[in-house]
């Protein structure tokens, strides 16, 4: 199974809109250098510190697509608040498994559920709509640098 990366998201502080860059560097242990959880700034971090389900999120765009059209929304990557934005790949069996994303490794720890949070930013379809859908939470086992458009593959 083979997907790409279609946007690389990070924000520096908790609530800050997340923004795109070409490129990124992930750090094994840490996340990605610049992002909110990298400094510890994210919503969650006081909770989740060390934890390496909290490196690095991703979310399918096709899942993206799919709840504007049942709901006439336009959300993008952004409003997700997910790092990576994929494509032809499907992250729920990655879960478990180690893949790679040009020369970086990373590892599915668990799905990115929809939150309260996160509800509350988007609205409560978000609960109704992307359960199961709402991406993936990885740990970065080999760190690099990785570009839009780079391969994904497990």
Same mark, same amino acid.
């Given at each position: 199974?083979n997907?790409?990366?279609?946007?690389?998201?990070t924000?520096e502080?908790s609530?800050?809109?997340?923004?795109?860059?070409?490129?990124?560097?992930?750090?094994a242990?840490?996340?990605?250098?610049?992002?909110?959880?990298?400094s510890?700034?994210?919503?969650? !971090? #006081?909770?989740m510190?060390?934890?390496p389900?909290?490196?690095v999120?991703?979310?399918?765009? #096709?899942?993206?697509? #799919?709840?504007?059209?049942?709901?006439?929304?336009?959300?993008?990557?952004?409003?997700?608040?997910?790092?990576?934005v994929?494509?032809?790949?499907?992250?729920?069996?990655?879960v478990?498994? !180690?893949?790679?994303?040009?020369?970086?490794?990373?590892?599915?720890?668990?799905?990115?559920?929809?939150?309260?949070?996160l !509800?509350?930013?988007?609205? !409560?379809?978000?609960?109704?709509?992307?359960?199961h859908?709402?991406?993936?939470r990885?740990?970065?086992?080999?760190?690099?640098?990785?570009?839009?458009?780079?391969f994904?593959s497990?």
């Amino acid at each position: 199974m083979n997907g790409i990366i279609k946007d690389i998201l990070t924000a520096e502080h908790s609530g800050d809109r997340l923004v795109s860059s070409p490129t990124a560097t992930l750090e094994a242990g840490k996340g990605i250098v610049g992002d909110r959880y990298y400094s510890s700034q994210g919503t969650f !971090s #006081e909770h989740m510190q060390n934890q390496p389900d909290f490196e690095v999120s991703l979310i399918e765009q #096709e899942k993206i697509d #799919e709840f504007n059209a049942i709901t006439g929304h336009h959300y993008s990557g952004h409003d997700f608040r997910r790092n990576i934005v994929t494509q032809g790949i499907q992250l729920n069996e990655l879960v478990g498994k !180690s893949f790679s994303i040009g020369n970086v490794t990373l590892k599915g720890i668990r799905l990115c559920e929809p939150c309260s949070y996160l !509800s509350a930013r988007l609205g !409560s379809e978000v609960m109704d709509y992307m359960v199961h859908k709402a991406g993936l939470r990885a740990q970065i086992i080999h760190g690099g640098e990785i570009h839009i458009s780079d391969f994904i593959s497990d």
